[in-house]
């Protein structure tokens, strides 16, 4: 079982930036692939980024290619994304998800419970 609690979502203005964070606790985070995915109302869930256990891979939506960077702290069970350039159109639930791979398709285990993002335009 691996927990995860995401964090450093709030309302941010178009172009601005923001950090998440997500702190693993449990199995051990470094045999994991993290994601990111958003949700926005009305909208289907949508998997924007992820990285592979080492940080050698990793795979990013068109959506935010270019503009999001995701990386991971394996010392400190955690893994981040960092948003700049933001739209109002990235405003959503973020989750982050411990899983077998860095592809949308690739299985995803464990989910936390979200951070808001809003951004204003």
């Known amino acids: 079982q691996v927990q995860l609690v995401e964090s450093g979502g709030g309302l941010v203005q178009a172009g601005g930036s923001l950090r998440l964070s997500c702190a693993a606790s449990g199995r051990t985070f470094s045999n994991y692939a993290m994601g990111w995915s958003r949700q926005a109302p009305g909208k289907e869930r949508e998997f924007v980024a992820a990285?592979?256990?080492?940080?050698?891979?990793?795979y990013y939506a068109d959506s935010v290619k270019g503009r999001f960077t995701i990386s991971r702290d394996n010392a400190k069970n955690t893994v981040y994304l960092q948003m700049n350039s933001l739209k109002p159109e990235d405003t959503a639930v973020y989750y982050c998800a411990a899983g077998l791979g860095v592809l949308p398709q690739d299985p995803y285990y464990y989910w936390g419970q979200g951070t808001q993002v809003t951004v204003s335009s």
């Open positions: 990285i592979s256990w080492s940080g050698a891979s990793t």
